[in-house]
């Protein structure tokens, strides 16, 4: 896997993210502005509806969804950029598949919320039973994702390059 | 020679070896399990004042910002663990920190941010909490939030960019 991950290394685009004046930095910035976003309107709405701030119409929490959605916007290509600039780094860390499960099943449960939680609440039903559950769940891994994209930078084994 | 006059780069090292930050700090997993610690406050400051800020600005439209309000102090608690999580790097390495440029533009828009919000109770805070859900806020009030949201947007900037600025390479002084 090395040799592939080393060949990619090579390509101008990893080359430029890696050594083009301050690029890498400013993908850091972009992604750290992204995930803010992401994780923070991840955040607010995961409290909501375990019942933090239960004054607000928890129906209306629907409008941080596009806030998560740019933070998104932000942080996969800045990302895919950090990841291309070093895959041997990235990808022979364990703790990087840690980092990547938890925020996808944390975008999954905040969709199974969006879809199930919200309409019931707009329609003024009670909540579906383990909403609460899966917001607790969902908070959980997107503080887990930020520890374990903290702890790459001291955990990677293999660096190719510089 | 630090050219410093007020703060002792030498002093600040040695008293955080005598508090045994040092040596906490210096163990395998003391400086990782602190960035996370850092990270977790920044996330539930962004999350919670920052989205009260964007609420201001009239995204998310149909929140009460009385309710939204009630996540604060999620939101300075998390402030309270960054705090105390930033003071420990600096209090290990102080050489790296107290003279970087971008941690002082970070120290600087804090204080912004802190005197932007002691503002914002002061003089516009009642006028919010009278605006309805569906409502944008008093000017004043989106005024402040704007200029939290920026603070706070650049406190993170500056933060992933402190080791692009580490001194001697970087020296800022602007007291000395």
Redesign the interface.
């Known amino acids: 896997m090395n040799g592939i991950f080393a060949s990619i290394e090579h390509w101008p685009l990893s080359v430029w993210a890696r050594e083009g004046n301050y690029i890498y930095f400013v993908a850091l910035i972009f992604h750290a502005w992204g995930m803010a976003l992401l994780i923070g309107g991840g955040i607010v709405i995961c409290l909501r509806v375990l019942g933090v701030g239960g004054a607000a119409a928890l129906a209306k929490f629907r409008g941080f969804f596009p806030v998560m959605w740019v933070g998104a916007a932000l942080a996969i290509p800045s990302g895919l950029m950090l990841l291309v600039a070093y895959p041997a780094k990235s990808f022979t860390n364990p703790v990087f598949a840690i980092k990547f499960a938890c925020l996808i099943i944390a975008a999954l449960l905040m969709r199974r919320l969006a879809h199930g939680a919200f309409p019931a609440a707009a329609r003024g039903e009670p909540l579906p039973h383990n909403s609460r559950a899966r917001a607790g769940l969902a908070l959980a891994l997107w503080l887990g994702g930020v520890a374990a994209g903290k702890l790459l930078l001291h955990t990677y084994k293999v660096l190719l390059v510089g | 020679m630090d050219p410093d006059p007020f703060l002792d780069v030498a002093a600040i090292a040695q008293l955080g070896r005598n508090l045994g930050i040092n040596g906490m700090m210096t163990m395998r997993?003391g400086?990782?399990i602190a960035?996370?610690f850092h990270?977790?406050g920044?996330?539930?400051l962004?999350?919670?004042v920052?989205?009260f800020d964007?609420r201001m600005l009239g995204?998310?439209?149909?929140?009460?910002l009385?309710?939204?309000h009630?996540?604060i102090p999620?939101g300075l608690g998390g402030l309270a663990m960054s705090v105390t999580t930033g003071l420990l790097f600096v209090m290990t390495t102080p050489d790296q920190y107290l003279h970087n440029p971008a941690l002082l533009t970070k120290f600087a828009l804090m204080l912004v941010a802190g005197f932007n919000m002691v503002l914002f109770y002061l003089i516009a805070a009642r006028g919010t909490w009278l605006t309805g859900?569906d409502d944008l806020p008093p000017v004043p009030a989106r005024i402040f939030g704007a200029i939290s949201l920026a603070c706070w947007?650049g406190v993170?900037?500056c933060?992933?960019?402190i080791t692009?600025f580490r001194p001697p390479a970087f020296y800022w002084c602007p007291w000395c």
């Open positions: 997993w400086w990782p960035e996370v990270f977790f920044l996330c539930l962004f999350g919670t920052g989205l964007l995204v998310a439209r149909g929140v009460s009385r309710a939204l009630r996540l999620f859900p947007v993170m900037t933060g992933r960019v692009v």
